[in-house]
């Protein structure tokens, strides 16, 4: 199963109680970063490779 990146990993990983992302980031066999109507689907050479949370901010943050 694809892994979430970005600002759905840190909502899951910590269970936080904020609103749900419209397009959750998700690691996906594609070429490019693609939107769909309710995800995002990204290369795994763009999405961090790590659960270090600080990552994922700075990929939430389009950084």
């Known amino acids: 199963m694809a892994e979430f990146v970005g600002y759905e990993f840190l909502r899951d990983r910590w269970r936080l109680p904020v609103f749900p992302i419209t397009r959750p980031a ?6 490019r970063v693609t939107a769909q109507a309710d995800m995002l689907l990204v290369p795994a050479g763009v999405a961090p490779n790590t659960n270090n949370p600080l990552d994922h901010v700075l990929f939430a943050f389009g950084f």
Not at 26 to 31: A, I, K, L, Y
Request: charged share 15%.
């Open 26 to 31: 998700r690691v996906m066999p594609v070429t």
